[in-house]
């Protein structure tokens, strides 16, 4: 571990940051923006913890310059960042496009390219226009329309300076969470919802990267996923077909059709329902040949048989209850987690490269005088680059490491209590202070 050193990862490696719009830009109705689903959600009682909503967060709105120069100073050449369909296009189509919206970003762009900082763009993390969703959001299949219109603008307006274009944000989490669970927006349950939100989510999908790729053909386009290594609580036949079951679902429903694999619902009988949607001609447009795949990795998950889950017969063994290590989310911490992942993936020959573009941990930091010491985020980190350095020269098609986040944020459901960031933010004040584990990063990056 001591030896780890940036320079083993080769040149052409690319080092970064993560961030999604709704967490830090506040400005929540600020030059023209229209309401999105986080947006309504939040301002619904219970359904975040505290209470917290995100109308001013870490108003990176008005504080773009700062953070970026943040970036800078910690010798991140990556910056992650993805744009709210609502500043956009307000009522979420094509008939008013928000040109002070635009020009936030074009503004954004410029100083991260006046700064040395590559942008990486995020068409889509989570925040769909509420006026979309009151039309059935991502149930209703116009939605690959109006989402294939809002990409369209996108690149039209920002892809001269942008090359590296991410499509869509974890498809599993949004439409599980928010399809089918209820406890992130729009706060939908059920299989009703979910299932038609799936395939509709990677008909969206391809259908945008096709249209950047029309607009764009020299962009650098992905898509990312969020994937958990999964293991059977035992090795008896129940809980071991339970943890394929997960894996299913967790890891493998939304990469496989978008490889030309179709859905793997054999194993999983309500994922047949999937069929009532299909219409003529979906069989191709499920498929994309990406430039990279996105995997965004936090922990591992110990899954058990369980006769009383619906669906899928299985349920997770909290870390908890397991008495491991964890974090404020209460996820285990596990770095070889983002080794067993990489490899799983890097098993699928149609991935021509993978990056890790979110990995980090949400830990209780404390402000003592004037500075931030947070040795097990550091050490996490550390420990997971680790591990994917010993992906890398197994083999694996890992191209990438970027860091889950740059400033503590809003955390969802959640709210403000897990503080994720390399730099930590007082909410109150917006002073920001970076914290042990980015002084960390930002050494290892200048190869210290």
């Not at 120069?69 to 956009?88: A, E, G, H």
């Not at 619902?265 to 069929?275: A, C, H, Q, R, T």
């Amino acid at each position: 571990m001591d030896k780890l050193n940036r320079s083993l990862f080769g040149d052409d490696f690319q080092w970064g940051v993560s961030t999604a719009a709704f967490q830090i830009e506040g400005a929540c109705a600020a030059d023209g923006k229209g309401e999105s689903i986080w947006d309504a959600f939040t301002a619904k009682k219970g359904k975040v913890s505290n209470g917290h909503h995100a109308q001013i967060a870490c108003d990176f709105y008005n504080n773009y310059k700062a953070d970026i120069d943040l970036v800078k100073q910690l010798n991140i050449p990556n910056f992650r960042f993805s744009i709210s369909w609502t500043r956009i296009l307000p009522n979420g189509t094509t008939d008013w496009v928000n040109m002070a919206g635009v020009a936030y970003y074009q503004r954004i762009i410029d100083y991260c390219l006046e700064q040395g900082v590559e942008p990486w763009i995020t068409i889509y993390h989570w925040d769909i226009p509420q006026s979309l969703e009151a039309k059935g959001g991502w149930t209703n299949r116009e939605i690959v329309e109006w989402f294939t219109d809002y990409v369209a603008v996108c690149a039209q307006q920002f892809g001269n300076r942008v090359k590296h274009w991410m499509v869509m944000n974890e498809p599993s989490v949004f439409t599980g969470a928010g399809y089918f669970f209820g406890i992130h927006a729009p706060g939908r349950t059920g299989i009703k919802n979910f299932v038609p939100a799936i395939h509709h989510v990677v008909l969206g999908m391809v259908a945008g990267a096709k249209k950047l790729r029309a607009l764009l053909p020299g962009a650098n386009i992905g898509t990312t996923f969020s994937c958990s290594h999964i293991e059977p609580y035992s090795d008896k036949k129940k809980d071991i077909e339970a943890a394929n079951r997960a894996d299913i679902l967790i890891n493998r429903l939304f990469i496989e059709p978008v490889l030309g694999l179709g859905y793997p619902m054999d194993e999983i009988p309500v994922l047949k329902e999937l069929k009532k949607y299909f219409k003529p001609g979906d069989e191709a447009n499920l498929h994309f040949d990406f430039d990279f795949i996105g995997l965004q990795n936090y922990t591992r998950e110990i899954v058990k048989y369980s006769f009383f889950t619906p669906y899928v017969g299985a349920k997770l063994i909290k870390a908890e209850n397991r008495k491991v290590e964890t974090t404020v989310m209460g996820w285990e911490v596990y770095p070889r987690s983002i080794y067993d992942i990489l490899k799983k993936f890097s098993a699928y020959p149609q991935i021509k490269k993978i990056l890790i573009t979110e990995n980090g941990a949400a830990f209780p930091d404390e402000v003592k005088d004037g500075e931030v010491n947070d040795p097990r985020r550091t050490d996490y980190i550390k420990a997971n680059i680790a591990q994917v350095l010993k992906a890398k020269q197994e083999g694996c098609r890992v191209h990438g490491y970027f860091v889950w986040t740059l400033t503590d944020n809003f955390e969802w459901a959640e709210g403000y209590h897990p503080r994720f960031g390399l730099i930590h933010v007082d909410f109150e004040t917006q002073k920001r202070i970076i914290k042990g584990s980015g002084k960390w990063y930002a050494g290892f990056l200048a190869g210290r």
